[in-house]
């Protein structure tokens, strides 16, 4: 299913940068039927957005900071956010901002049964990334636009990349054995699906690869399998945890 999304950004809480590779990557998850940007436009640090706000046809929304030290954005954002829930107009939201205080907002839209997107910084508290179904960091946009354009530093690249820890290989391993059959293999997709849930900003880009079928064949700890899809042309690919014994013996 399609879904048709309500993209909901704080324009305070966010880098302007990059906002055309920010809604292509949207696009691979839903129709943006709703596009709107909060903030304060009278403020100079906005002004950078408003030329990439027609290039992209995202709606500003205009909030005043009326008290020093309070986010008015959040609020204007959040009541938005419930208008749209209760109009029954899309069947998800994307919620692009590194503030924590979004948390209960996707918390609640999840619970409404809104399939809820999360997009932001590395910094972005982890209270929110856990609220949403799917988390994405936008260095991870960042970085994918940079290569594209042949401009990506390799030092930017590095420091972009998670290292696989042990207990990044354990998430796997146990996902794999909570979808194993009686073999010890498991479709991949249904792997992938399964990390997702468990872990929102697991993504395989976020350590250098653009696919989980790469990512796990680099750790080493996996047996990988083609099979063929009666459906379609594409195979299918299955996945089971080695067997340690084996792996000893070999050495």
């Given at each position: 299913?399609?879904?048709?999304?309500?993209?909901l950004?704080?324009g305070?809480?966010?880098p302007?940068?990059?906002?055309?590779?920010m809604?292509?990557?949207?696009?691979?998850y839903?129709?943006?039927?709703?596009?709107?940007?909060?903030?304060?436009?009278?403020?100079?640090?906005?002004?950078?957005?408003?030329n990439?706000?027609?290039?992209?046809?995202?709606?500003?929304?205009?909030?005043?900071?009326?008290t020093?030290?309070?986010?008015?954005?959040?609020s204007?954002?959040?009541?938005?956010?419930?208008?749209?829930?209760?109009?029954?107009?899309?069947?998800?939201?994307?919620?692009?901002?590194?503030?924590?205080?979004f948390?209960?907002?996707?918390?609640?839209?999840?619970?409404?049964?809104?399939?809820?997107i999360g997009?932001?910084?590395?910094?972005?508290?982890?209270?929110?990334?856990?609220a949403?179904?799917?988390?994405?960091y936008?260095?991870?946009?960042?970085?994918?636009?940079?290569?594209?354009?042949g401009?990506?530093?390799?030092?930017?690249?590095?420091?972009?990349?998670?290292?696989?820890?042990?207990k990044?290989?354990?998430?796997?391993?146990?996902?794999?054995?909570?979808?194993?059959?009686?073999?010890?293999w498991?479709?991949?997709?249904?792997?992938?699906?399964?990390l997702?849930?468990k872990q929102p900003?697991f993504?395989?880009?976020?350590?250098?690869?653009?696919?989980?079928?790469?990512?796990?064949?680099?750790?080493g700890?996996f047996?990988?399998e083609?099979?063929?899809?009666?459906?379609s042309?594409?195979?299918?690919?299955?996945?089971?945890?080695k067997?340690?014994?084996?792996?000893?013996?070999?050495?």
């Amino acid at each position: 299913m399609n879904l048709n999304l309500a993209v909901l950004i704080d324009g305070d809480n966010i880098p302007s940068a990059h906002v055309k590779e920010m809604m292509e990557e949207i696009a691979k998850y839903g129709n943006p039927t709703i596009k709107r940007i909060y903030g304060d436009w009278t403020k100079p640090h906005l002004s950078k957005w408003k030329n990439l706000l027609l290039q992209n046809a995202i709606t500003p929304i205009q909030q005043y900071a009326y008290t020093t030290g309070k986010n008015a954005t959040d609020s204007a954002m959040i009541i938005d956010a419930m208008d749209i829930l209760y109009s029954e107009k899309v069947n998800g939201f994307c919620l692009v901002s590194s503030d924590s205080d979004f948390t209960r907002l996707a918390t609640r839209l999840r619970e409404a049964g809104m399939q809820v997107i999360g997009i932001g910084e590395r910094k972005t508290p982890t209270p929110f990334i856990v609220a949403c179904d799917k988390f994405i960091y936008v260095e991870i946009i960042r970085t994918q636009s940079e290569k594209k354009e042949g401009t990506d530093q390799k030092d930017k690249a590095k420091e972009s990349i998670d290292k696989i820890t042990p207990k990044v290989i354990n998430l796997i391993a146990t996902t794999i054995s909570d979808l194993s059959d009686e073999d010890g293999w498991a479709f991949l997709g249904d792997v992938g699906s399964l990390l997702q849930k468990k872990q929102p900003n697991f993504d395989s880009r976020n350590y250098g690869f653009e696919k989980l079928t790469p990512l796990i064949k680099s750790i080493g700890h996996f047996d990988l399998e083609q099979r063929e899809n009666p459906k379609s042309r594409h195979k299918l690919i299955f996945v089971k945890n080695k067997d340690k014994r084996k792996a000893r013996s070999k050495k």
